[in-house]
T-cell receptor
Framework: DAKTTQPPSMDCAEGRAANLPCNHSTISGNEYVYWYRQIHSQGPQYIIHGLKNNETNEMASLIITEDRKSSTLILPHATLRDTAVYYC????????????FGTGTSLTVIP | GAVVSQHPSRVICKSGTSVKIECRSLDFQATTMFWYRQFPKKSLMLMATSNEGSKATYEQGVEKDKFLINHASLTLSTLTVTSAHPEDSSFYIC??????????????FGPGTRLTVL
């Protein structure tokens, strides 16, 4: 079962920062937080992941709270092509390292 | 990122027939592959975890005799939907994870296969 909860939808103005929250209050100490996004009828695309430190790459920044119970994905300058469903996932620590997807947040970037 | 392909991208079949979907990791060796299904406007649901050279592990509620998974090499896994029925119509997505180096932590997803059973 998914260990994350996200708001079902959000809007963001083009060019502004999009801040997508995620709650994962039952996360274990050695479980990573991953973010993927899915554009309609395509496979999910990897964005970023982290354990406890904040992370940044060319796509986004990931801010994880000190207690690790929540995180925020930041798209610094949203474009229309960022319109997608964004999934926050806690990677299960097992031999298979499965992903259990929650419902995700449907982000709409508005011109 | 690493590239994962699926074939076919779209398939339409008659009820009662079997359909095979291939998942390939093109530029890394995938020790583990995962199969998901996704219904319209719904999230991805994990069906099974497949490790190279061993039997797949199925999630609760997924019929292993209905959805046959073979992971015969480090770059190929197949999902066969046996005796397909209209309720099996869905978007099937695979992902691959490497054992070390490239693809070690992330799962890289294929583009998906749209199955329609008439």
């Amino acid at each position: 079962d998914a260990k994350t909860t996200q708001p079902p939808s959000m809007d963001c103005a083009e060019g502004r920062a999009a801040n997508l929250p995620c709650n994962h209050s039952t996360i274990s100490g050695n479980e990573y937080v991953y973010w993927y996004r899915q554009i309609h009828s395509q496979g999910p695309q990897y964005i970023i992941h982290g354990l406890k430190n904040n992370e940044t790459n060319e796509m986004a920044s990931l801010i994880i709270t000190e207690d690790r119970k929540s995180s925020t994905l930041i798209l610094p300058h949203a474009t229309l092509r960022d319109t997608a469903v964004y999934y926050c996932i806690v990677r299960v620590r097992s031999t298979g390292n499965q992903f259990y997807f929650g419902t995700g947040t449907s982000l709409t970037v508005i011109p | 990122g690493a590239v994962v392909s699926q074939h076919p991208s779209r398939v339409i079949c008659k009820s009662g027939t079997s359909v095979k979907i291939e998942c390939r990791s093109l530029d890394f060796q995938a020790t583990t592959m995962f199969w998901y299904r996704q219904f319209p406007k719904k999230s991805l649901m994990l069906m099974a975890t497949s490790n190279e050279g061993s039997k797949a592990t199925y999630e609760q509620g997924v019929e292993k005799d209905k959805f046959l998974i073979n992971h015969a090499s480090l770059t190929l896994s197949t999902l066969t939907v046996t005796s397909a029925h209209p309720e099996d119509s869905s978007f099937y997505i695979c992902s691959a994870r490497g054992g070390s180096g490239r693809g070690n932590n992330e799962q890289f997803f294929g583009p998906g296969t749209r199955l329609t059973v008439l």
